[in-house]
């Protein structure tokens, strides 16, 4: 499916304030709801250009709300370098313009987050691993950010399965988003992907976005996130194995 140049501007303010919206609601997945809504419509490479000003935006207000920046920047530096030397690799794939390909990978990997979120356990990572597994994690992380413009997998589970404190963990998952962001723009840059006509819609979806979250938190206490998050990962995972399906 396509959409008409005339109409860009409107999907993308439906799709941010969305995207926000669930943001506001549960905590997480406004970058991983637009690329699922905008890649519906628009190539990846496409939605991931229009994606970039809303997630480092939103990723940085997050990384903001803790106190502990410096620690766990030290903590977690293997892997943040691991997704900055990934997600320029695995922009080949995006880059590449071959949409078939790029479509199913981003169809896979909403399916995958989807999926783990919804029926694999929480697992625990003995301190001990963290040490070597961190850089493994943020390589294959960074693979599928360039490959998808999706960053959750397999960062978010890893992150979730260390021992850290509600503020750290957010504000880690934060830090993750806004290196992955920021990685992807660069990697787009490089490859001279990244169309510069979209700069300008990219950077007024922010207003929808930040929008969508205010209204998100505001109705936060009204609805039962645990049921919300449910229906959004089911509708993610749906939307996923559209992609991954369509002819």
Do not use: C, H
């Amino acid at each position: 499916m396509t959409v008409d140049p005339r109409f860009l501007p409107v999907v993308a303010f439906i799709t941010f304030v969305v995207a926000g919206f669930v943001k506001g609601v549960t905590g997480m997945g406004l970058p991983t709801v637009a690329m699922g809504l905008l890649g519906a419509l628009l190539s990846p490479l496409a939605a991931a250009g229009l994606l970039l000003a809303p997630s480092l935006v939103t990723n940085i207000w997050q990384l903001a709300t803790g106190p502990g920046f410096g620690p766990l920047f030290r903590r977690f530096r293997g892997m943040l370098a691991a997704i900055v030397i990934g997600t320029s690799a695995g922009s080949a794939m995006l880059a590449s313009g071959d949409t078939d390909a790029t479509t199913k990978a981003l169809g896979g990997a909403l399916v995958a987050y989807a999926g783990y979120t919804l029926f694999v356990r929480p697992i625990r990572v003995p301190e001990t691993w963290e040490r070597r597994l961190s850089p493994a994690v943020g390589l294959a992380t960074g693979l599928v950010t360039g490959a998808t413009g999706v960053f959750v997998i397999p960062a978010v589970p890893y992150l979730q399965s260390l021992d850290l404190g509600k503020d750290d963990l957010v504000q880690s998952l934060g830090l993750s988003f806004t290196v992955s962001t920021v990685a992807l723009a660069a990697a787009l840059v490089w490859r001279d992907a990244f169309r510069p006509d979209n700069l300008a819609l990219s950077l007024l979806s922010v207003v929808p976005a930040l929008a969508g979250m205010w209204l998100g938190q505001r109705i936060r206490d009204r609805v039962s996130p645990r049921t919300f998050r449910l229906f959004f990962l089911l509708g993610l995972a749906l939307l996923g194995a559209e992609m991954l399906l369509r002819p």
